[in-house]
Protein backbone atom coordinates (compact mmCIF):
# COMPACT_ATOMS: atom_id res chain seq x y z
CA UNK A 1 0.00 0.00 0.00
CA UNK A 2 1.61 3.05 -1.18
CA UNK A 3 1.50 6.26 0.81
CA UNK A 4 1.98 10.04 -0.89
CA UNK A 5 2.10 13.09 1.35
CA UNK A 6 -0.87 15.13 0.63
CA UNK A 7 -1.87 18.47 2.39
CA UNK A 8 -4.74 18.90 5.02
CA UNK A 9 -6.80 20.45 2.92
CA UNK A 10 -6.70 18.25 0.15
CA UNK A 11 -7.33 15.37 2.84
CA UNK A 12 -10.34 17.39 3.83
CA UNK A 13 -11.62 18.04 0.82
CA UNK A 14 -11.07 13.79 -0.34
CA UNK A 15 -12.89 13.35 2.99
CA UNK A 16 -15.90 15.56 2.38
CA UNK A 17 -15.88 14.38 -1.34
CA UNK A 18 -17.38 10.96 0.15
CA UNK A 19 -20.27 12.70 1.37
CA UNK A 20 -21.69 12.58 -1.88
CA UNK A 21 -22.49 8.55 -1.00
CA UNK A 22 -24.73 9.69 1.60
CA UNK A 23 -25.41 7.64 4.84
CA UNK A 24 -24.83 3.72 4.53
CA UNK A 25 -25.30 1.23 7.19
CA UNK A 26 -22.82 -1.44 7.76
CA UNK A 27 -19.73 -2.69 8.89
CA UNK A 28 -17.79 -4.14 6.72
CA UNK A 29 -16.45 -1.36 4.77
CA UNK A 30 -15.15 0.29 7.90
CA UNK A 31 -13.64 -3.40 9.05
CA UNK A 32 -11.91 -4.07 6.09
CA UNK A 33 -9.91 -0.17 6.08
CA UNK A 34 -9.17 -1.69 9.68
CA UNK A 35 -8.00 -4.63 8.25
CA UNK A 36 -5.71 -3.35 5.65
CA UNK A 37 -4.15 -1.48 8.64
CA UNK A 38 -3.42 -4.55 10.82
CA UNK A 39 -6.52 -3.76 13.10
CA UNK A 40 -5.32 -2.10 15.04
CA UNK A 41 -8.14 -0.85 16.95
CA UNK A 42 -8.18 -4.73 18.54
CA UNK A 43 -7.01 -4.76 22.19
CA UNK A 44 -7.86 -1.15 22.80
CA UNK A 45 -9.77 -0.12 25.72
CA UNK A 46 -12.97 1.87 24.79
CA UNK A 47 -16.52 3.42 26.01
CA UNK A 48 -18.93 3.21 23.70
CA UNK A 49 -21.69 6.03 23.59
CA UNK A 50 -24.80 6.07 21.33
CA UNK A 51 -28.36 7.14 22.57
CA UNK A 52 -30.16 10.46 20.80
CA UNK A 53 -29.06 12.80 23.10
CA UNK A 54 -26.34 14.14 25.69
CA UNK A 55 -24.22 11.48 23.87
CA UNK A 56 -21.64 14.43 23.87
CA UNK A 57 -21.91 15.89 27.25
CA UNK A 58 -22.12 12.46 28.79
CA UNK A 59 -18.62 11.69 26.96
CA UNK A 60 -17.11 15.23 27.64
CA UNK A 61 -17.80 14.54 31.38
CA UNK A 62 -16.38 11.12 31.44
CA UNK A 63 -12.99 12.36 29.21
CA UNK A 64 -12.21 15.37 32.30
CA UNK A 65 -12.81 12.84 34.51
CA UNK A 66 -10.86 10.28 33.68
CA UNK A 67 -7.89 12.97 32.28
CA UNK A 68 -8.47 14.17 35.91
CA UNK A 69 -7.11 10.48 37.25
CA UNK A 70 -4.19 10.40 34.70
CA UNK A 71 -5.05 8.49 31.93
CA UNK A 72 -4.39 9.15 28.36
CA UNK A 73 -7.88 9.37 27.26
CA UNK A 74 -9.06 9.94 23.44
CA UNK A 75 -11.94 11.03 22.35
CA UNK A 76 -14.11 10.91 19.12
CA UNK A 77 -17.29 12.97 18.47
CA UNK A 78 -19.30 13.93 15.43
CA UNK A 79 -20.22 16.36 13.86
CA UNK A 80 -17.44 18.89 14.17
CA UNK A 81 -18.64 22.84 15.11
CA UNK A 82 -15.76 24.46 13.69
CA UNK A 83 -13.26 22.86 12.48
CA UNK A 84 -12.67 19.13 11.14
CA UNK A 85 -9.81 18.33 14.07
CA UNK A 86 -12.19 19.10 16.47
CA UNK A 87 -13.55 15.27 16.49
CA UNK A 88 -10.91 13.68 17.61
CA UNK A 89 -9.23 14.49 21.01
CA UNK A 90 -6.43 12.97 23.23
CA UNK A 91 -6.35 14.84 26.83
CA UNK A 92 -8.70 17.82 25.28
CA UNK A 93 -6.25 18.37 22.56
CA UNK A 94 -7.46 18.52 18.94
CA UNK A 95 -5.53 15.77 16.68
CA UNK A 96 -3.00 18.17 14.15
CA UNK A 97 -3.68 19.41 10.57
CA UNK A 98 -0.37 16.97 9.79
CA UNK A 99 -1.52 14.10 11.80
CA UNK A 100 -5.19 14.50 9.49
CA UNK A 101 -3.03 14.66 6.40
CA UNK A 102 -0.67 11.54 7.11
CA UNK A 103 -3.51 9.61 8.30
CA UNK A 104 -5.65 10.68 5.37
CA UNK A 105 -3.24 9.86 2.89
CA UNK A 106 -3.13 6.28 4.57
CA UNK A 107 -6.44 5.66 4.02
CA UNK A 108 -6.55 7.03 0.68
CA UNK A 109 -4.14 4.46 -0.42
CA UNK A 110 -6.50 1.49 1.40
CA UNK A 111 -9.59 2.51 -0.22
CA UNK A 112 -11.05 0.41 -3.06
CA UNK A 113 -12.26 3.11 -5.32
CA UNK A 114 -14.58 0.42 -7.05
CA UNK A 115 -16.59 0.14 -3.56
CA UNK A 116 -16.17 3.70 -2.20
CA UNK A 117 -16.69 3.84 1.62
CA UNK A 118 -18.72 6.71 3.23
CA UNK A 119 -17.32 9.74 5.03
CA UNK A 120 -18.48 8.98 8.19
CA UNK A 121 -16.99 5.12 7.77
CA UNK A 122 -13.40 6.67 6.21
CA UNK A 123 -12.82 9.10 9.57
CA UNK A 124 -14.26 6.77 11.77
CA UNK A 125 -11.29 4.18 10.95
CA UNK A 126 -9.33 7.46 11.14
CA UNK A 127 -10.00 8.13 14.66
CA UNK A 128 -8.89 4.25 15.54
CA UNK A 129 -6.11 4.57 13.54
CA UNK A 130 -4.83 7.77 15.15
CA UNK A 131 -5.88 6.72 19.00
CA UNK A 132 -3.84 3.08 18.60
CA UNK A 133 -0.94 4.90 17.12
CA UNK A 134 -0.70 7.17 19.85
CA UNK A 135 -1.38 4.67 22.62
CA UNK A 136 -4.40 5.99 24.51
CA UNK A 137 -5.23 4.55 27.76
CA UNK A 138 -9.10 4.56 26.90
CA UNK A 139 -10.90 6.46 24.20
CA UNK A 140 -14.34 7.28 23.56
CA UNK A 141 -16.16 6.94 21.08
CA UNK A 142 -19.70 8.35 20.34
CA UNK A 143 -22.20 6.79 18.14
CA UNK A 144 -22.81 8.62 14.45
CA UNK A 145 -26.34 7.23 14.11
CA UNK A 146 -28.15 4.54 15.27
CA UNK A 147 -25.34 1.88 16.65
CA UNK A 148 -26.17 -1.34 15.30
CA UNK A 149 -24.73 -0.77 11.64
CA UNK A 150 -22.67 2.60 12.71
CA UNK A 151 -19.49 2.63 11.44
CA UNK A 152 -17.92 3.03 15.30
CA UNK A 153 -19.76 -0.92 16.35
CA UNK A 154 -16.30 -2.29 15.15
CA UNK A 155 -15.48 -1.81 18.58
CA UNK A 156 -15.60 -3.77 21.47
CA UNK A 157 -15.89 -1.84 24.44
CA UNK A 158 -15.08 -2.13 28.24
CA UNK A 159 -18.38 -0.21 28.64
CA UNK A 160 -21.58 0.40 26.89
CA UNK A 161 -23.53 3.35 27.05
CA UNK A 162 -26.91 4.43 25.77
CA UNK A 163 -28.03 7.72 27.12
CA UNK A 164 -31.73 7.72 25.91
CA UNK A 165 -34.28 7.27 23.50
CA UNK A 166 -36.39 9.68 21.48
CA UNK A 167 -37.41 10.19 17.70
CA UNK A 168 -34.40 11.49 15.99
CA UNK A 169 -33.68 10.31 12.16
CA UNK A 170 -36.87 8.10 11.85
CA UNK A 171 -35.60 8.13 7.94
CA UNK A 172 -32.79 5.89 8.48
CA UNK A 173 -33.71 4.17 11.85
CA UNK A 174 -37.59 3.48 12.29
CA UNK A 175 -40.63 5.83 12.90
CA UNK A 176 -41.49 4.08 16.22
CA UNK A 177 -39.46 4.85 19.10
CA UNK A 178 -39.44 0.79 19.81
CA UNK A 179 -37.51 0.96 16.33
CA UNK A 180 -35.00 3.62 16.91
CA UNK A 181 -34.47 1.84 20.44
CA UNK A 182 -33.56 -1.20 18.68
CA UNK A 183 -31.20 0.29 16.53
CA UNK A 184 -29.75 1.97 18.98
CA UNK A 185 -29.37 -1.38 21.25
CA UNK A 186 -27.02 -2.87 18.64
CA UNK A 187 -24.11 -1.66 20.77
CA UNK A 188 -24.74 -4.18 23.30
CA UNK A 189 -22.40 -6.69 23.17
CA UNK A 190 -21.40 -10.01 24.48
CA UNK A 191 -20.66 -10.22 28.20
CA UNK A 192 -20.34 -6.12 28.10
CA UNK A 193 -21.76 -3.73 30.95
CA UNK A 194 -24.45 -1.68 29.45
CA UNK A 195 -25.47 1.50 31.32
CA UNK A 196 -28.29 3.54 30.71
CA UNK A 197 -30.53 6.77 31.39
CA UNK A 198 -33.44 5.66 29.43
CA UNK A 199 -36.86 5.99 31.08
CA UNK A 200 -39.25 5.07 29.17
CA UNK A 201 -40.84 0.92 30.38
CA UNK A 202 -40.91 -0.70 26.72
CA UNK A 203 -37.21 0.92 25.93
CA UNK A 204 -35.93 -0.32 28.91
CA UNK A 205 -37.98 -3.91 28.53
CA UNK A 206 -35.97 -3.77 25.18
CA UNK A 207 -32.49 -3.50 26.62
CA UNK A 208 -32.97 -5.57 29.29
CA UNK A 209 -34.11 -8.42 27.04
CA UNK A 210 -31.13 -7.55 24.27
CA UNK A 211 -28.87 -7.83 27.88
CA UNK A 212 -30.10 -11.02 29.05
CA UNK A 213 -29.42 -12.61 25.28
CA UNK A 214 -26.04 -11.19 25.50
CA UNK A 215 -25.19 -12.31 28.99
CA UNK A 216 -24.44 -8.47 29.63
CA UNK A 217 -25.03 -6.84 32.75
CA UNK A 218 -27.77 -4.31 32.52
CA UNK A 219 -27.43 -1.12 34.75
CA UNK A 220 -29.90 2.02 34.68
CA UNK A 221 -29.68 5.40 36.28
CA UNK A 222 -32.36 5.47 38.59
CA UNK A 223 -32.40 1.93 39.56
CA UNK A 224 -29.14 1.32 39.89
CA UNK A 225 -27.46 4.47 40.80
CA UNK A 226 -29.14 7.77 41.72
CA UNK A 227 -29.00 11.09 41.84
CA UNK A 228 -30.83 14.25 43.39
CA UNK A 229 -30.41 17.64 41.46
CA UNK A 230 -29.26 20.70 43.78
CA UNK A 231 -29.35 23.88 41.30
CA UNK A 232 -26.15 23.30 39.49
CA UNK A 233 -25.19 20.61 42.26
CA UNK A 234 -25.78 17.01 42.66
CA UNK A 235 -25.79 14.16 45.15
CA UNK A 236 -24.98 10.93 43.33
CA UNK A 237 -25.70 7.67 44.73
CA UNK A 238 -23.52 5.23 43.27
CA UNK A 239 -22.89 1.68 43.27
CA UNK A 240 -20.48 1.96 45.87
CA UNK A 241 -19.51 5.57 46.08
CA UNK A 242 -21.84 7.99 47.83
CA UNK A 243 -20.89 11.85 46.40
CA UNK A 244 -22.55 15.23 47.48
CA UNK A 245 -22.71 18.54 46.38
CA UNK A 246 -20.85 17.97 42.95
CA UNK A 247 -20.32 21.09 40.98
CA UNK A 248 -21.27 21.05 36.90
CA UNK A 249 -19.25 22.86 34.77
CA UNK A 250 -22.23 21.88 32.08
CA UNK A 251 -25.26 23.91 32.24
CA UNK A 252 -29.00 22.61 32.03
CA UNK A 253 -30.93 20.59 34.26
CA UNK A 254 -30.83 17.34 31.94
CA UNK A 255 -26.80 17.54 32.64
CA UNK A 256 -27.74 16.38 36.09
CA UNK A 257 -28.66 13.26 34.88
CA UNK A 258 -25.84 12.82 32.12
CA UNK A 259 -23.62 13.39 35.05
CA UNK A 260 -24.78 10.66 37.27
CA UNK A 261 -24.54 8.28 33.92
CA UNK A 262 -20.85 9.18 33.25
CA UNK A 263 -19.89 8.59 36.66
CA UNK A 264 -21.90 5.06 36.62
CA UNK A 265 -19.39 4.18 34.24
CA UNK A 266 -16.17 5.52 35.75
CA UNK A 267 -17.65 3.19 38.97
CA UNK A 268 -17.60 0.32 36.41
CA UNK A 269 -14.18 1.26 34.77
CA UNK A 270 -12.05 2.12 38.36
CA UNK A 271 -13.68 -2.11 38.94
CA UNK A 272 -12.99 -3.47 35.77
CA UNK A 273 -9.73 -2.00 34.79
CA UNK A 274 -8.08 -1.25 38.35
CA UNK A 275 -8.17 2.82 37.64
CA UNK A 276 -7.68 4.51 40.57
CA UNK A 277 -9.94 7.40 40.45
CA UNK A 278 -10.83 9.43 43.17
CA UNK A 279 -13.47 12.18 44.54
CA UNK A 280 -11.24 14.73 44.09
CA UNK A 281 -10.67 13.72 40.43
CA UNK A 282 -14.85 13.27 39.87
CA UNK A 283 -15.07 16.55 41.35
CA UNK A 284 -12.55 18.61 39.20
CA UNK A 285 -13.84 16.85 36.15
CA UNK A 286 -16.96 17.43 36.59
CA UNK A 287 -16.41 21.46 36.82
CA UNK A 288 -14.57 20.92 33.80
CA UNK A 289 -15.51 19.38 31.11
CA UNK A 290 -14.23 20.69 27.63
CA UNK A 291 -18.21 20.22 25.39
CA UNK A 292 -18.65 23.92 23.49
CA UNK A 293 -22.08 25.12 22.08
CA UNK A 294 -24.08 23.17 24.11
CA UNK A 295 -25.94 25.69 26.52
CA UNK A 296 -22.67 27.84 25.87
CA UNK A 297 -22.70 31.73 27.29
CA UNK A 298 -20.65 33.75 25.02
CA UNK A 299 -22.01 37.63 26.47
CA UNK A 300 -24.00 38.64 29.36
CA UNK A 301 -25.91 42.27 29.24
CA UNK A 302 -27.99 41.03 26.91
CA UNK A 303 -27.29 37.11 27.84
CA UNK A 304 -26.26 35.55 24.11
CA UNK A 305 -26.35 31.47 24.51
CA UNK A 306 -25.51 28.95 22.06
CA UNK A 307 -27.09 25.63 22.03
CA UNK A 308 -27.07 22.54 19.52
CA UNK A 309 -30.32 21.36 20.30
CA UNK A 310 -31.51 20.05 16.99
CA UNK A 311 -34.35 17.53 17.51
CA UNK A 312 -37.41 18.03 19.68
CA UNK A 313 -36.29 15.97 22.72
CA UNK A 314 -33.60 18.30 22.79
CA UNK A 315 -34.93 21.81 22.20
CA UNK A 316 -37.22 20.34 24.83
CA UNK A 317 -34.79 20.01 27.62
CA UNK A 318 -33.04 23.44 26.16
CA UNK A 319 -36.30 24.97 26.69
CA UNK A 320 -36.91 23.52 30.43
CA UNK A 321 -33.15 24.21 31.44
CA UNK A 322 -33.61 28.40 29.79
CA UNK A 323 -36.88 28.58 31.78
CA UNK A 324 -35.23 27.04 35.31
CA UNK A 325 -31.88 28.35 35.21
CA UNK A 326 -32.03 31.38 33.58
CA UNK A 327 -33.78 35.00 34.04
CA UNK A 328 -34.15 37.64 31.34
CA UNK A 329 -36.95 40.34 30.35
CA UNK A 330 -37.02 39.13 26.29
CA UNK A 331 -36.65 35.83 25.02
CA UNK A 332 -35.19 37.08 21.00
CA UNK A 333 -34.88 33.74 19.30
CA UNK A 334 -31.87 33.18 16.49
CA UNK A 335 -32.99 30.29 14.82
CA UNK A 336 -31.69 27.72 12.28
CA UNK A 337 -32.23 24.38 11.46
CA UNK A 338 -31.59 21.34 8.95
CA UNK A 339 -34.11 20.84 6.38
CA UNK A 340 -34.22 17.15 6.94
CA UNK A 341 -34.95 17.67 10.89
CA UNK A 342 -38.36 17.69 12.83
CA UNK A 343 -38.93 21.19 11.85
CA UNK A 344 -42.55 21.57 13.47
CA UNK A 345 -41.64 19.52 16.34
CA UNK A 346 -38.51 22.07 16.94
CA UNK A 347 -40.56 25.05 16.69
CA UNK A 348 -43.14 24.06 18.90
CA UNK A 349 -40.73 23.63 21.88
CA UNK A 350 -39.34 26.34 21.83
CA UNK A 351 -40.80 29.61 19.69
CA UNK A 352 -43.69 30.42 22.11
CA UNK A 353 -41.38 30.93 24.59
CA UNK A 354 -39.79 33.47 22.74
CA UNK A 355 -41.15 37.26 22.12
CA UNK A 356 -39.08 37.82 18.78
CA UNK A 357 -37.74 35.14 16.62
CA UNK A 358 -35.46 35.81 13.50
CA UNK A 359 -35.43 32.86 11.15
CA UNK A 360 -31.55 32.55 9.61
CA UNK A 361 -29.75 29.56 8.08
CA UNK A 362 -25.97 28.25 8.88
CA UNK A 363 -24.17 27.95 5.32
CA UNK A 364 -24.72 23.99 4.71
CA UNK A 365 -26.43 22.70 1.77
CA UNK A 366 -28.93 21.07 4.13
CA UNK A 367 -29.84 23.77 6.05
CA UNK A 368 -34.16 24.19 5.57
CA UNK A 369 -34.61 28.15 4.18
CA UNK A 370 -35.53 30.46 6.41
CA UNK A 371 -38.81 30.62 4.73
CA UNK A 372 -39.62 27.35 5.38
CA UNK A 373 -38.91 28.26 9.11
CA UNK A 374 -41.29 31.08 9.22
CA UNK A 375 -44.13 29.35 7.39
CA UNK A 376 -43.87 26.19 9.88
CA UNK A 377 -43.65 28.49 12.80
CA UNK A 378 -46.37 31.42 11.36
CA UNK A 379 -49.22 29.68 13.58
CA UNK A 380 -47.53 30.02 16.90
CA UNK A 381 -47.98 34.00 16.45
CA UNK A 382 -44.88 35.63 17.94
CA UNK A 383 -43.43 38.11 15.66
CA UNK A 384 -40.71 37.10 13.75
CA UNK A 385 -38.22 38.49 10.59
CA UNK A 386 -36.25 36.22 8.06
CA UNK A 387 -32.39 37.22 8.02
CA UNK A 388 -30.39 34.47 5.84
CA UNK A 389 -27.17 35.75 6.56
CA UNK A 390 -26.55 34.04 9.78
CA UNK A 391 -23.95 37.07 11.06
CA UNK A 392 -26.34 39.77 10.03
CA UNK A 393 -29.21 37.56 12.27
CA UNK A 394 -27.14 37.92 15.04
CA UNK A 395 -26.18 41.30 14.64
CA UNK A 396 -30.08 42.20 14.21
CA UNK A 397 -30.81 40.51 17.60
CA UNK A 398 -28.00 42.43 19.18
CA UNK A 399 -29.23 45.39 17.97
CA UNK A 400 -32.72 44.89 19.23
CA UNK A 401 -32.00 43.07 22.67
CA UNK A 402 -31.67 45.56 25.88
CA UNK A 403 -29.24 44.32 28.42
CA UNK A 404 -31.74 42.30 30.78
CA UNK A 405 -32.78 40.58 27.46
CA UNK A 406 -31.50 37.11 25.93
CA UNK A 407 -30.53 36.02 22.62
CA UNK A 408 -30.42 32.40 22.19
CA UNK A 409 -28.59 30.71 19.12
CA UNK A 410 -30.29 26.98 18.39
CA UNK A 411 -31.54 24.86 15.88
CA UNK A 412 -28.75 22.78 15.08
CA UNK A 413 -24.78 22.37 15.72
CA UNK A 414 -24.18 23.33 12.21
CA UNK A 415 -25.52 26.64 13.13
CA UNK A 416 -24.22 27.35 16.66
CA UNK A 417 -20.48 26.30 14.52
CA UNK A 418 -21.17 28.88 12.43
CA UNK A 419 -22.11 31.74 14.69
CA UNK A 420 -19.27 30.66 16.94
CA UNK A 421 -16.88 31.36 14.10
CA UNK A 422 -18.48 34.79 13.49
CA UNK A 423 -18.52 35.72 17.30
CA UNK A 424 -14.92 34.77 18.06
CA UNK A 425 -13.04 34.10 14.76
CA UNK A 426 -9.53 33.96 16.11
CA UNK A 427 -10.44 30.87 18.51
CA UNK A 428 -13.18 29.42 16.65
CA UNK A 429 -11.27 29.16 13.31
CA UNK A 430 -12.51 27.72 10.68
CA UNK A 431 -11.03 25.27 8.12
CA UNK A 432 -10.80 27.32 4.75
CA UNK A 433 -12.58 24.01 3.25
CA UNK A 434 -16.00 23.68 4.19
CA UNK A 435 -17.73 20.47 4.05
Not at 88 to 110: C, K, P, T, W, Y
Not at 291 to 316: C, F, K, Q, Y
Request: hydrophobic content about 40%; some cysteine; aromatic content about 8%.
Amino acid sequence: MKTRKIAYDDAIQYLYGLQKYGIKFGLSKTSNLMKSFGNPHRGQRYVHIGGTNGKGSVAAMLESILMEAGLKVGFYSSPHLVRFTERFRINGQEISQDRVAEIGAALMGAIDSGEPPTFFEVVTAMALIYFAGEGTDISIMEVGMGGRLDATNVIRPRVSVITNISLDHQFFLGPRLEDIAGEKAGIIKQGVDLVTAATQPAVIDLFRRRCQAKKAPFWRVGRDVRYRANGVRLNYYGFTRRLKDLELGLHGVHQHRNAALALAVVELLAEKEGYEISSDHIRTGLMNPKWPGRLHIVSREPLLILDGAHNPGAIRSLARSIHKGFRYKRLILVLGVMGDKDIGGIAREIVPMADHVIYSRPEYHRAATPETLARVAAPMGKPGEIIPQLAEAIQRAREIAAPEDMILVTGSLFTVGDAMAILDSHKYRPDSIRQ
